[in-house]
């Protein structure tokens, strides 16, 4: 049974089409990396699907249910919510704040501390609860993301670029960390990434995107070998890389 | 029948006036991008000042508004200099309030200054009006139009034709992009905050004829000069002008159908709406 | 938060045991339930200008409704101002809910002029409606002499608990919104609203529960105003000036968003205010309201992001959530929901 299922999705600012005609379904806890240069539209794809952006055409359901054009916390109460590539925590609050105001969705205040501690916790970060965001370092106000997403309990995970600025140990460690949030916790995921090693090994799946349109979707081993995708990145050596 | 065309054409005479007084305001949000709640206190000192060139250098008040252009242009470039500077790259709070603060000084250092009693003007032309047909057309707003017509003109030809007008229009655009090509970002924002506050003086000056002026004269004036703004699209020229149209028909129109207290009422409900369903009004930025 | 508490409920009894002690029809008193006024009107636009940094130069539309409705209701049926204030408060509820339809999504300047547009909208339909609210010549409420059951009395002395406890009400209210849940989903609307809403948070919603408490309270501080001062006309409680903007500076000028904030403002703005009018009034009508403007205009220039970063920053935070409080996770609530994962 499809948690996401995506039907010609179509964003347009004015002249500019972002998101184009774009069609997937994903079912529970797989674990999908959506590729494509630079522009492709992978944020606005993830805007969409969220409900920051509305789309001009197309439709999405969740769950069977309609969610295109729904508010964003409405789609986050059903269960799917996304990081922000430039990290948005709440800059005048500290790490524990930010994730309990997350976990205020399901659960009365304390509960929804004591379930940010353990999200904290499952990131890494939970010696860094007390501290302002403010204080923090790039990579991890967007593990903090991780973790103020997963307070709101989601079924579907969508991050976007949670990986940048990290040595390749601490790579291999986030990716451990997001397997065992399918595998225990049985979330589904949707990763954008650009490095292009992390996002070979964590992901089973494939979508590519450019200018918008969906070019491609299989596995990592099908994609890579993909005429139009590998003219896309201009790069036949990355297709070499598993 | 007549009644509404009447109507219709002493609003246009008034809209047009609206418009440049509106106008700074635009030229204001458009090139420092914030909101100036104390806009409207320049259109008093522009009338105080016109009054004084009545009364004491003779002067006819068109003639008196180009001074109290240079005026309002002189004052409005000291508080940006000294006061506006500061809080250009500050949040949303701090701009609303330095604003606000600025709108009290005025106000009250005018009272203080001049006393609370209504003075007016008094022209050779002040009575008459024009005969076209059914309408009547008071020369005060008549000459008053004419010469808010002119304003725009100029202005217009400022901003289109000369180098302070490209440069103007670089700032307001992007305002990294304009430094790099060695425009002193600085002192255009002064010169454009002193080009928006002299031009709400200036309309302030030509409409001493027809209105009285009071240290509370601009209170009145300053959700209908957001009015107008909003309408037109904040930071829109064309937009204002077109916008002081819009709302001089709409309160003269109004009259017609409620009694001359509710006239701003109407403008208020259109000002709050336009606001909520139209932020980028008709030629200009977003409000949102 | 204990510390702005404390304060709080000190101003309320050093209040209540000036009234006891000083003479009921003197000065002093009448100045001490003039600082409380503005102390709750201040705290009043705090929960919606300082916790949810939407920024309102229209809260007098509130004040006035409030006023009126309770003065109107006594002058036609002779309610009594204790269900008066009520009426007062549902009305004010409705105008901004009312108001809150076009304006949710507005932001800052957009959203203050919006508010200011609806002050004055209130204060015209005020002036035009002289079959209901006595026009522009104002209205009084029937006097009656002194008497708790219509909320009059001839001295300043019995206006002080009064005032002292709404006071400590509206101070309650806003440790309450600042303080718990919704403490919170303020903070959060106000930092960055689209992460609000990804994480949950239904932002117009919290957004409208802020605005419909502050304009009740702010009603209910209106008709307290209209019992105290007996005559009121539209332009004195729906001024922008008098009202609208004096309840921002004295927040302002206190420390936005804080507890204490409005307290400490109305302490130090209103007998200022008293000082200047005594010593200037014949001979320079407007002098208080100048220094205000100048005070004001200090204040943001010197501190332009102190406007802002005192509400939740290091010390002194409103939400002064002290998190070295923030206790362990719960065992029972972790071993269910590993239990519920596992499943």
New interface residues.
Partial sequence: MTILQAQDLTVRFGGLVAVNGVSFGIEPKEIIGLIGPNGAGKTTLFSMM???QRPTAGSMHFDGQRIDGR???VI??QGM??T?QNT???????L??NV???G???H????????A??CL?RVGLKQF??I?VDDLTFPQRALGEVA??L??QPRVLLLDEVMAALTPMEMDGVIQTLRELRD???LTLVVVEHHMRAIMRLSERLLVLNFGKLIADGSPAEVSQNEEVIKAYLGGDHAQHH | MSALIQTLVDGVLIGGVYGVIAVGLSLVFGVLKIVNFAQAEFLMIGMYAGWFAWAHLGLDPIVGAFLALLIGFALGALCQRLFVQHILNAPAVAQIFLTVGLLTVLENGALLLFGSDFRTVRTPYQTIALELGPIFLSVPYLVAFVAAVAMSVLLFLLLNRTWLGRAIRATSQDRDAACLFGIDTRLIYTIAFGLGTGLTAFGGGIILSYAAVSPTAGAQFVVLMFTVVVLGGLGSVMGALVGGVIVGVIQSVSTLFMPIQLQNLVLFIVFITALAFWPQGLLGRAAR | MKRSLILVALVAVLAIVLANVLDPRGYILRIVCLILLAATLGQCWNIVGGLANQISLGHAAFFGIGAYCSTVLQVKWGITPWLGIFAGMLLAMVAAFILSLPTMRLKGPYFALATLAFGEACRILATAMPGVTGGPQGISVPFVGDSWAMMQFKGAGNYVYLFAGLFVIVSIVFALLAY??MG??L??VR??E???????????RVKLIGSLISAALTAATGTLFAQFTFFFDPESVFSVAHISIHAALIAIVGGVGTLAGPIIGALLIVPLEELLTTYFSNDAAGIAPFIFGLILVAVVILRPRGLV?I????RGRP?G?Q??D?????PA??AK?RAG?ES
């Fill in positions: 969220v409900g920051l508010r964003p916390h986050a109460r919510t996304k922000f948005a925590l709440f800059p005048e609050m500290t524990l704040d309990t105001t997350a205020l969705l399901r009365p205040l304390r509960e929804a501390r004591a379930l501690v353990d916790d609860a007390d302002d103020r997403a307070a709101t225990r916790d049985g | 718990g849940k919170y989903l903070r959060a930092e960055n689209e992460a609000a809403e990804v994480s949950g948070v239904n932002t117009l970063s509400f939740g920053r290091r939400s959530l998190q070295r923030a206790p362990p996770a719960d609530f972790m929901k994962a």
